[in-house]
C-alpha cells in the first residue's frame, strides 16, 4: 500500500483560501506578463499550483517531505524561467537553500522515530528546515536572490504562497512540542522573529529596485507570522496564533498584488527601479488606485485586511506580563513604521513626482486589472468584514475569537484601539519618510559584512572548493578506470587480422566496430551529463553570463527530459525513504 497519506486537517481551509487566489491572479496575470515560451512557464506554474494544494491535505509530516521536495523541483524553473546570469545564480542559491531544508526536516522526523530521547534535538532540526522555507533570519538569503529574477507573476506565488509552506510546517510540529520545553522553544522562535522583522524592513528601505524591496518585506512579513506562533507556543494564545494566521492569509494577499502591480509598472517602463520611474498614475490609474490598496494592505491602515492580522498580533503582545514583551513591542511598532515608509516611498516615486504635459493616459489591461481586482477586493473586504475570518479557521478557534473579530468591526472598540496604535505609525512613518527623501537616507547601503549573504556564500566558496578537488579526483579515477576498462573491451574484440580470420565464424566482422560504436557513444553521454553536474558545482563569477547561455540551449534539447527524470528519480527516492523509516 502505497504509505503517502491524506486528510482535510484543521487549517487545510485557511490555507486552501490563501493559496487559490494568489495562483489564479498570477495566472490571470501571466497572460499578459509572458511573452516568450509560453507553454513552459504555465505547466510549471500548474505543476506548482497542484503540489501546493496537495502539500496541505497531507496528513503527516512523511507525505508532507514528499511534496515538499517535489514543489522545490517544480518552482525551480519558473526561477530559471529568463536564463540570465542572476537567474542561474539565484536559481543554484534556491535550489541549495531547498535541499538543506528538505535534509534538516528529513533528519528530525528520523531522529524522533528512532531516537525519541533526543526529542528536542528533532523539532530543532525540522525547525530549521522550516524556517529556511518561510525566509526566516539569517536562512532568508535565498529569498532576495530568487524573488527578483523570477517573472513577475512567479514572485508573486512564490512570496504569496510558497514561503506560507514553512508556516504550515511549523504548524504541524504542534502535536511534537508536548515532548519539549517549549516556552524556550517558543523565546528562541520570538528572538528569530524579531530580528527578521527587523533586519527586513531595514534592508527594504535602503533599496531601489522594488521588486528586492519586496523580497525583504516577504522576509520582515514573515517576521510578524513566526512571532505570532512564538507567542503561541509560550502562552498558548489562540489571539497569537490566529493573528499569525490572518496574517499569512492576508500577506499572501496584498503581497502578491505587490508584486503584480509592480510588473504592471514593469511592462510600462521596462524598470523596477523605482527612482528612475515618474508619473505611472497619470498615465495609468485604475492600475494606480489598485497598487495603492495593496500598500495600504501591507501598511496596516484601517479598513484594509492588514490592520486586522497586526492588531491581534499587537493584542497578543500586550497579553504578556514580562517586561521583555515591551521590547518586543517597541520592535514591532518601529517594524510597523519602517513598513509604511518604504512602501509609500516606492508608490510615491513610482506613481507622482511627474506630471506630464500632454495626455499620454493608456488603457488598462485587460488581464492586468482582473488579477488585480480580484486581490483589492479580498484586501478591503477582509478589513472592513473582520467577521469572515471565522468562516475558514477552526471552530474552537472562532468560538475563543469571536469577540475580538467582532470588536475589529469598524467603530468598535478594539478597533479604536488599533487605530490609536496606526496613527503614531502614521505620524512616524510620515515624518520618516519626508525627512528620509530629503536627506538621501535611503541611498545608505547596509555594510556588506552584516549581510548574511556573504557569511553563507564564504561557507558555499569554501565548500565547493573542497568538493571541486574531490570530484576532480574521482572523474580522473572514473576517466582511468573508464579507459582501462575501454582497452581490455577493444584488444578483446579487435583481434589482428590472422586471429580474426581463425574465429571469424565466431566473432561475427561487425561486432568490433559495433563496440567502437558503443564507446564513442558512452563517452559522449558521460561527458555531457559530467559538464552539467560540474555546471551545478560551479561557483558563480565571471562565467556565468557564458553558463547561462550554453545551459539554456541545453535546456530546449533535453530541459524536458531531464526534469521529468529529476521528478522521478526524487518520487523514488522518497519512497525508499519512507519504506525505509516504516519498517526499521
Known sequence: ??????????????????????????????????????????????????????????????????LFELLSIAS??????????????????YLMFSILSGLCIMAGLMLFKEAPQFSSTAVSLATIGFLIKCGAYPF???????HPVAPTPASAILSGCIIKI??????????????????????????????????????????????????????????YIIMGFSL?????SYVALSGALFHALNHAYFKSALFLSVGSVFLEYQSVN??????????????????????????????????????????????????????????????????????????????FREKPEHNTKKKANIYESISLLILSLLIILLGIFPLLYGYII??????????????????????????????????????????????????????LYLDPFSWWYAVYNFTILFFKKVISKAELLIIKTFTFVVDILGGFLLFDSKVEKKLGKLIPTKTPKRAHKVDSSIARYYNDVFSFFKFLFTVAGKGDRREAKNYSVFLEKIGKTLLIA?????????????????YL
Open 1 to 66: 500500500m502505497f504509505p503517502l497519506r491524506f486528510e482535510v486537517g484543521q487549517f487545510t481551509l485557511l490555507f486552501l483560501v490563501l493559496t487559490i487566489f494568489p495562483y489564479l491572479s498570477s495566472g490571470i496575470f501571466s497572460l499578459s506578463y509572458i511573452k516568450e515560451r509560453k507553454r513552459e512557464f504555465r505547466t510549471f506554474l500548474f505543476l506548482t499550483f497542484i503540489i501546493n494544494i496537495l502539500i496541505l491535505f497531507s496528513k503527516d509530516l512523511l507525505t508532507f517531505l514528499f
Open 76 to 93: 525551480f524553473p519558473l526561477i530559471i524561467y529568463e536564463r540570465s546570469r542572476e537567474a542561474i545564480f539565484a536559481s543554484k542559491v
Open 140 to 146: 532568508h538569503v535565498w529569498l532576495p536572490k530568487a
Open 166 to 223: 514553512g508556516f504550515f510546517g511549523l504548524i504541524k510540529l504542534i502535536p511534537f512540542l508536548n515532548s519539549i520545553n517549549s516556552h524556550l522553544y517558543g523565546m528562541i522562535l520570538l528572538a528569530i522573529s524579531i530580528i527578521t522583522m527587523f533586519y527586513g524592513v531595514l534592508q527594504a528601505l535602503f533599496q531601489e529596485n522594488s521588486k528586492v524591496m519586496l523580497a525583504y518585506h516577504s522576509v520582515s512579513q514573515m517576521g
Open 232 to 236: 503561541f507556543t509560550i502562552s498558548n
Open 274 to 351: 523605482m527612482y528612475k520611474i515618474k508619473g505611472f498614475f497619470y498615465r495609468n490609474r485604475f492600475i494606480a488606485i489598485l497598487f495603492l490598496v495593496s500598500v495600504l494592505g501591507i501598511s496596516g491602515v484601517p479598513l484594509f485586511n492588514g490592520f486586522i492580522s497586526k492588531t491581534l498580533l499587537h493584542e497578543a503582545i500586550l497579553e504578556e506580563e514580562s517586561l521583555i514583551f515591551k521590547f518586543v513591542e517597541i520592535i514591532f511598532l518601529v517594524v510597523a513604521a519602517g513598513t509604511f515608509i518604504s512602501n509609500f516611498k516606492m508608490y510615491y516615486l513610482i506613481s
Open 394 to 447: 477552526p471552530k474552537t478557534f472562532s468560538v475563543h475569537l469571536y469577540k475580538e473579530l467582532y470588536e475589529l468591526t469598524p467603530f468598535r472598540q478594539l478597533f479604536l484601539n488599533g487605530i490609536n496604535s496606526f496613527i503614531i505609525i502614521a505620524i512616524a512613518g510620515v515624518f520618516g519618510l519626508i525627512f528620509g527623501l530629503k536627506k538621501n537616507i535611503f541611498h545608505k547601503k547596509i555594510p
Open 566 to 582: 529529476l521528478i522521478l528519480i526524487t518520487i523514488f527516492l522518497t519512497i525508499g525513504f519512507i519504506l525505509l523509516l516504516q
